[in-house]
């Protein structure tokens, strides 16, 4: 993948995630390269934590499959 392809599938993530978990409640603005203008960016962190709290949890049963 390139950086544009990997900048667009989180893109996406972040999507999903602000509309299926947040029902379009909190900012989830899209970061791809071809978004609006900076000043007009808006990303709720609850997102976000959403996401690194996902990847933990998934990683956390992985490694407890490991031992």
Avoid: W, Y
Wanted: hydrophobic share 35%; proline share 1%; aromatic share 8%.
């Amino acid at each position: 993948m390139d950086k544009s392809e990997v900048i667009e599938a989180l893109c996406e993530l972040a999507d999903k995630v602000g509309e299926h978990i947040f029902n379009h409640t909190v900012a989830s603005d899209c970061f791809c390269e071809n978004g609006g203008p900076d000043e007009l960016f808006r990303f709720d962190e609850e997102v976000l934590q959403f996401i690194k709290d996902a990847v933990d949890e998934k990683l956390n049963k992985e490694k407890s499959h490991e031992l």
